[in-house]
């Protein structure tokens, strides 16, 4: 019943900029921590930004300053900015959730990913 869907990914230029969406649907309880990963070819999935259902925010130190995350939360939906992209950000961007679905069962729920593409 729970679905995690990513979108506004794509093909930018070196120094552009691009938001990301990732909205949570089903039959959901209540979202508490959402958060953005990225999976570049070859390397591991790191984290990228996490919020809270308070707002709180939390950024890998390497992208401070250029990603900007943040929530909608009557829309169950998180965001990622990111600015003065550079290719080294080429990478599939998937979203997390944390939440309890209809039975209160906490989980951790994935998406399936958006590519995000950086060259000129």
């Known amino acids: 019943q729970v679905q995690i869907v990513e979108s506004g990914g794509g093909l930018v230029q070196p120094g552009g900029s691009l938001t990301l969406s990732c909205a949570a649907s089903?039959?959901?309880?209540?979202?508490?921590?959402m958060g953005w990963y990225r999976q570049a070819p070859g390397k591991q999935r790191e984290l990228v930004a996490t919020?809270?259902?308070?707002?709180?925010?939390n950024y890998a130190d390497s992208e401070q300053g250029r990603f900007t995350i943040s929530r909608d939360n009557a829309k169950n939906t998180v965001y990622l900015q990111i600015d003065s992209l550079k290719p080294d950000d080429t990478a599939v961007y998937y979203c997390?959730?944390?939440?309890?679905?209809?039975?209160?069962?906490?989980?951790?729920?994935w998406g399936q990913g958006t590519q995000v593409t950086v060259s000129s």
């Open positions: 997390k959730a944390d939440l309890e679905d209809h039975t209160r069962t906490l989980m951790t729920h």
């Open positions: 089903g039959r959901i309880f209540s979202i508490y921590t």
């Open positions: 919020i809270t259902s308070e707002g709180s925010t």
